[in-house]
């Protein structure tokens, strides 16, 4: 497909993030990237499809490249749009501390980088404080500073933390 | 108001997205009842407010099951198949597991959301069919070497899969949107042998109970 995150594991070559998560989920099982619920597993998935589905391939570099420079800020931020106000709508019944309750899922995972992609979209996060906080509590976490874009071996000087 | 307990599934017959679900719940022998959602009458019905309840980001399928509602097609599989394991839609070996993750989501995300019916509102009606075209080629590009890989006589061996609930329905938006399928033998090959199988019939758009008179089998 010619995208990332491609991820050479346990001699196989995975792509497409959710799929590389569910496996490295049922590989290396603990902490627990997804509940043990049923009920709340597909909330999260739901979630995270949401966005790994419903907003971030709209809005992607392939994509803005089709729609033309001078269209490209106001179609991501209309995509952007729809999908958080469907989000926050959504988060509203299932957060807790995090996207889904109270433990950090692949819900979560999905939902910093797109905050990400949002601001640097420009788009106004006013409307959504639910996905806000939820943002915020999560990039307090060490694991979501490691892996942070400013912080990438291929980080340019002039965006490194 | 009719109290029912049957699973109730809010579908559009030619949603391509609704198919997955309808492939799954065929497969698992669960019977439920559908609501239509046209995507096209009254300006779409998928903006009703009493839909946006249901189903923020406004799309079908939504899925009413065991006392919760589930969006997005593969959240919706991946619940039935924790819930009702028999027959498998995923194999129990991890790796096999991400090879059919890996195809679905190629599709669910690399290819269907880019030609879905409010992206192509926005590209504009003399854009539609190339822009449809050019998404479709560049996914089924991928998609046909992925396959050569992985395929049986299915997209993962010689079981369907979720992955297989995926290409049935892409298949058939690329032939509406005039797609030349010769380049992707394995696909092809694959989607036909799928469409022998009933639950790909009895779930076909052409056979839904909204499906318009001039387009019912």
Not at chain 1, 101 to 106: A, F, K, L, N
Not at chain 1, 114 to 137: C, H, W
Not at chain 2, 24 to 50: H, R, W
């Amino acid at each position: 497909m010619k995208q990332v995150p491609t991820l050479k594991i346990d001699g196989i070559t995975i792509s497409q993030s959710l799929a590389i998560i569910e496996f490295l989920e049922e590989t290396r099982p603990t902490p627990r990237l997804l509940p043990k619920d049923p009920k709340k597993r597909a909330q999260v998935r739901m979630i995270s499809d949401t966005i790994a589905s419903g907003i971030q391939p709209l809005q992607n570099l392939s994509v803005l490249k089709q729609v033309g420079q001078e269209n490209q800020l106001a179609w991501a931020q209309k995509v952007i749009h729809t999908g958080f106000d469907a989000l926050e709508q959504i988060l509203r019944s299932t957060a807790g501390k995090y996207c889904v309750g109270d433990e950090v899922s692949m819900a979560d995972l999905c939902l910093v980088p797109q905050v990400a992609n949002a601001e640097r979209f420009k788009v106004d996060l006013t409307p959504y404080p639910t996905i806000s906080r939820i943002n915020k509590t999560l990039l307090a976490l060490e694991a979501f500073q490691v892996s942070h874009p400013c912080r990438q071996p291929d980080t340019p000087p002039e965006l490194r933390a | 108001m009719t109290e029912s307990s049957k699973p109730i599934l809010y579908s559009y017959f030619r949603s391509s997205c609704s198919w997955r679900v309808r492939i799954a719940l065929a497969l698992k022998s669960i019977d439920y009842e559908t609501i239509p959602v046209n995507l096209i009458k009254d300006q779409g019905q998928q903006f009703s407010e009493e839909f946006q309840a249901l189903n923020p980001m406004k799309q079908v399928p939504t899925l009413k099951i065991d006392g919760i509602t589930i969006s997005q097609s593969l959240a919706i599989i991946e619940f039935l198949e924790e819930t009702r394991p028999t027959p498998r839609l995923l194999p129990k070996d991890p790796k096999k597991r991400a090879q059919v993750r890996m195809i679905s989501d190629t599709i669910a995300s690399g290819i269907q959301p880019l030609q879905n019916l409010s992206v192509l509102k926005q590209v504009g009606q003399e854009n539609q069919l190339a822009w449809a075209q050019k998404v479709i080629h560049t996914g089924f590009d991928a998609l046909e070497q992925i396959l050569r890989s992985t395929a049986g006589k299915y997209c993962v061996g010689d079981e369907v899969s979720m992955a297989d609930l995926c290409l049935v329905p892409q298949v058939a938006n690329a032939e509406r949107f005039k797609v030349d399928l010769t380049p992707y033998p394995t696909i092809s090959r694959i989607n036909k042998t799928l469409l022998a199988l009933e639950a790909f019939q009895v779930s076909h758009p052409c056979r839904q109970p909204d499906t318009p008179p001039e387009l019912r089998a």
